[in-house]
Nanobody, 119 residues
């Protein structure tokens, strides 16, 4: 059984930074991704990282502000979020699977962590 536990969410002001973590237990997968969902909106792709090799991918709305990284020894992936904006407010979910920017590319999902950015 795969378990994903996110942490690091919180309430910050616009322009601040946050770092989210996602610790995975169980088997490893080709890719780990971050998605987010704001109230009344579809779940949106944020970023992904391959478990081996150097591939990373980002959604257009976060490119240049967010950086995804991993620590294979800890089975943990991080999402460094800089220059946060109010529109980044959402529940952030990590997921593992074959990868890509679609939800269908991910098999297991975490419970989510709330990020709120005030203006």
């Amino acid at each position: 059984q795969v378990q994903l536990v996110e942490s690091g969410g919180g309430l910050v002001q616009a322009g601040d930074s946050l770092r989210l973590s996602c610790a995975a237990s169980g088997r490893t997968f080709a890719s780990m991704g971050w998605f987010r969902q704001a109230p009344g909106k579809e779940r949106e792709f944020v970023a992904e990282i391959a478990w081996t090799g150097g591939y990373t991918g980002y959604g257009a709305s976060v490119k240049g502000r967010f950086i995804i990284s991993r620590d294979n020894a800890k089975n943990t992936v991080y999402l460094q979020m800089d220059s946060l904006k109010p529109e980044d407010t959402a529940i952030y979910y990590c997921a593992v699977g074959r990868g890509g920017s679609s939800r269908s590319g991910y098999t297991y999902w975490g419970q989510g962590t709330q990020v709120t950015v005030s203006s």
